[in-house]
């Protein structure tokens, strides 16, 4: 039987990117904490970064919810786990709400999971440089949302001496309440670099300007209005494990696995980590820059980052390079993606053409390109039957960087949606590493191999 629970919940969404959703999302978990309410973050999408913000307000893990990477059920899946606990969710949409995994298609965008899920939506609407002519953008999105998950809007960067009418405006127009309004506010503002925002122990003043945020936006929220609006949301089911057969869980402690955390390499799923545990791993964070030896660990996983943003550092710690190269070369199972793929190689370019010693599991060097490299979705499919990915299996992943090597593998086959494909992926002993992301709960036997290794 499957039994359900109230989950009120809303949806931060917004026309484009750069409207200012990471901001609003994270003011808003400030002010429901403040109310005594407590939240639940998540983030739409394959992104690692908007999430470490929702953490910092929290300091709790926030989930990603993706229809490509988890499939229908498992995003729901991953709601309820991210619902435990908590009683209210605040999701991050990704790009603009339309904007799915294709052009002419908004599968997979943040609408699809909107629809999905039965959450509300809040459109955050930048103003920046319009006055009227945000009425005729909200109600052009209004009417494209054939489903009504819009439930309200929220006004960022408006002029307070035009607020009000405009609010009035928009809503005679469009029926959709204006639930709040942020003004300008030209003192805040969030970096990006290649990979999209900065991580948020690169702002030391971040705690103190999310506050400013959240008393500005508290001043014009109408957070009755809001809890309306997540009260809609419809119930969700009650938390379901992994799809793990049971005789594949294991004690917690069977297995040891090194997990790399530091500024260089914080790219982790948190479905990934959570899957490890369900299947008796210990996780022992450590850091490649900063920790002089290796802690006592049976696996490695070494994730993405910006290790060619602490690339010096990163080789200046001779004594865990050292580490790392014995234990690859003692056979030690070790899975690295995208940062940790360039950071096992011999030679790494940092962005301004300075090369460093990595650890030199893997031969090769990397550098820096003018462009995305293989940027989206991807299928990995084993080419043949490997230490971790056997012949034909496939693994949902996502890729997104700036770099290049002089060796990316031919492993696994590596499938776009719209078709295209190519190969990657290197595994040398029992090392398995290459540029993509990989999202372990798509494929458990993956996992099961790596752990057995």
Not at 191 to 202: C, F, Q
Not at 324 to 334: D, E, N, V
Not at 413 to 425: A, E, V
């Amino acid at each position: 039987m499957i039994k359900l629970k109230d989950f009120p919940r809303i949806m931060i969404c917004a026309p484009g990117s750069g409207s200012g959703k990471t901001l609003i999302t994270c003011a808003l978990l400030r002010i429901l904490d403040r109310q005594g309410l407590n939240p639940a973050s998540f983030k739409c999408g394959p992104d690692y970064i908007d999430p470490m913000f929702h953490r910092n307000v929290l300091g709790i893990p926030s989930r990603n919810l993706d229809l490509f990477l988890m499939g229908s059920m498992g995003m729901k899946e991953a709601l309820c786990r991210g619902a435990e606990g908590r009683d209210f969710g605040v999701m991050e949409g990704v790009m603009g709400f339309f904007d799915g995994q294709k052009p002419d298609s908004f599968e997979g965008s943040s609408y699809d999971v909107c629809a999905s899920t039965g959450t509300p939506a809040v459109l955050v609407v930048n103003c920046k440089g319009m006055s009227l002519s945000v009425v005729p953008l909200i109600k052009g999105f209004a009417d494209y949302d054939r489903d009504g998950a819009i439930q309200g809007v929220i006004l960022n960067n408006v002029s307070p001496m035009i607020a009000a009418s405009l609010r009035e405006k928009i809503e005679e127009e469009t029926k959709l309440p204006v639930i709040g309004w942020l003004p300008k506010m030209p003192e805040i503002s969030l970096e990006s670099r290649h990979l999209g925002l900065v991580i948020p122990e690169e702002i030391p003043e971040l705690c103190d300007m999310i506050d400013k945020v959240a008393d500005r936006l508290q001043e014009h929220l109408d957070l009755d209005k809001l809890l309306e609006i997540a009260n809609s949301a419809k119930q969700i089911m009650l938390l379901k494990d992994f799809d793990i057969p049971k005789e594949d869980k294991k004690p917690h402690g069977t297995y040891r696995i090194g997990i790399a955390r530091d500024e260089a390499f914080c790219f982790y799923y948190e479905d990934n980590l959570d899957m490890l545990k369900l299947m008796g791993a210990e996780l022992v964070p450590f850091s490649p820059i900063h920790d002089k030896k290796l802690p006592e660990v049976t696996h490695l996983i070494i994730g993405g980052g910006y290790p060619e943003l602490h690339a010096k550092a990163l080789s200046e710690n001779r004594s865990m390079r050292e580490d790392i190269l014995r234990a690859a070369k003692a056979g030690m199972p070790i899975l690295a993606e995208c940062g940790g793929f360039l950071y096992l190689q011999e030679k790494l370019s940092d962005p301004d053409g300075n090369t460093y010693d990595m650890a030199g599991a893997l031969p090769g060097q990397s550098h820096m390109t003018d462009r995305l490299s293989h940027f989206g979705y991807v299928t990995m499919t084993g080419a043949k039957d490997g230490f971790y990915l056997g012949e034909d299996q496939e693994i949902k992943g996502h890729e997104f960087h700036y770099y290049d090597t002089t060796d990316n593998g031919e492993e696994c086959l590596l499938t776009k949606p719209s078709g295209k494909s190519w190969r990657g992926y290197r595994s040398e002993n029992k090392v398995f590493a290459g540029f993509a992301h990989l999202y372990y709960p798509s494929c458990p036997e993956f996992i099961k191999r790596f752990l057995n290794a």
